[in-house]
Structure formats: C-alpha cells, structure tokens
C-alpha cells in the first residue's frame, strides 16, 4: 500500500488549502483514513478521519467547521479542505490508512499501518 499526499504549501493567514492523498496498492471498501499533523518537538496529532465505506466523518474537535476531509472513491484519494488557516495550522500534514475502522480509535496513530510521506503547511501571518 502507497499513500501519495500532496497540496502542502506557503499559505497567507486566512487562507485556504486542499490537501489530497491518493492511495495505490489495494482497494479501500472497508477502511478508514486519516488525516494527522506534527510540528517539531510535538507528537503527532490526530486532525481529521473517514470511513471509507459509510463516507462518516470525524474531527478533532477543535478544527471542527474549518477542516472537512472527503473521499473520492473511484480515484482512491481523501481530501483535505483546510480553511481560515492560522499560524498555529502550520504542520507536516500526514495521511494514513488502515484495513479497519473503528470511531473508537479512529484518532489514534496507532490504529493505521499504513503512512504516507507527509507534505508541509505553512501559514504566514
């Protein structure tokens, strides 16, 4: 399995981004994937998941209403919409993947064994 995120960039405060991770290898029917973010210094933190076969979606509860992560099944990519962005956005962004999904641990890095290369987000203010 291969996850390929891209969309990272230099960003003005209150700007927007979308970030997007494709997946190769097999097929996602029933997964989940997830959207985490690491500032240096700092573990890595959960931001954003999705149920790959109900389309359910869940967020950290403070980026709720300005982070909406989506699914383009026919393309294998999940999406990461990024708006209002603040200075303290600025992070690696990661994308991960796993063979099962649970609400339970959906926001924990070790409930996904598959991790993409991350892709950089920085918000000027």
């Known amino acids: 399995v291969q996850l390929q995120a891209s969309g990272g960039g230099l960003v003005q405060a209150g700007g927007s981004l979308r970030l997007s991770c494709a997946a190769s290898?097999?097929?996602?029917?029933?997964?989940?994937m997830a959207w985490f973010r690491q500032t240096p210094g700092k573990e890595r933190e959960f931001v954003a998941a999705i149920s790959w076969g109900s389309g359910s979606t869940y967020y950290a509860e403070s980026l709720k209403g300005r982070f909406t992560i989506s699914r383009d099944n026919a393309k294998n990519t999940v999406y990461l919409q990024m708006n209002s962005l603040r200075p303290d956005d600025t992070a690696v962004y990661y994308c991960a993947a796993d063979d099962t999904f649970s609400r339970l641990t959906m926001n924990s890095r070790a409930a996904y064994g598959y991790w993409g290369k991350g892709t950089l987000v920085t918000v000027s203010s």
């Open positions: 290898g097999r097929t996602f029917s029933s997964t989940g």
